[in-house]
């Protein structure tokens, strides 16, 4: 997103202030879905806990809570959102229209993060072994070197994944050659995974 894009001086100031939350505690990052609202990954809530784009501050009722759960979540194309799965033995995901449900895992294992490839999957970045969702629900799972250890991922502009490496004593890329560039504004963008 360009600077001349958007009218007024949004990108100099900016207003502190707080609000009041339904629920507190157990939530390890957000993410913000196709209509607009900002959702609570729970981690140890037992509850889900959503921002509207209007800014009421609501809670709705999870399929599968666990403690260290789920860390951090991934926006599909289809606009379902996938809870990256940490302590949790099933995958759990909120449809556009607000439908929690879950779905058994290849293995359960301690995932540390989450991206969306340019072909429309999902794969949860781990240590050893990476699990993938196909656009149709499809896991399955495949290894990475040994030795590595990874938390999250990032897309570049050529649809090239470059896994983040925490302990790992190399970096490692997936190279989908995708047939679209995407620009650097829109891989730079918060928006991007709403496109």
Known sequence: IKKSQVSGNCFNTAIVSTYSLVYTGGYSGGLLDANGDIHFV???????????????????????????????GVLSYNGDI?????GASVGQKISINGTIST???????????GILAPNGEI????DGVIQKISTNLV???????????FYGAILTS???????PSTSPRGQKLNFQ???????ALCQSPYFNKL
């Open 42 to 72: 729970p981690y140890s809530a037992t509850v889900g806990q959503k921002v509207s784009a209007s800014g009421t501050v609501s809670t709705y009722s999870l399929v599968y809570t666990t403690a260290s759960g789920y860390f951090g």
């Open 158 to 164: 050529d649809g090239t994944v470059h896994m983040v």
């Open 178 to 184: 995708s047939a679209v560039n995407f620009s650097p």
């Open 103 to 113: 779905y058994s895992l290849i293995g359960s294992r301690f995932y540390y993060g």
């Open 139 to 149: 896991l399955s799972t495949y290894s990475v070197p040994s030795n590595t250890n």
């Open 82 to 86: 996938h809870f990256v799965p940490y």
């Open 123 to 126: 794969h949860f970045i781990s």
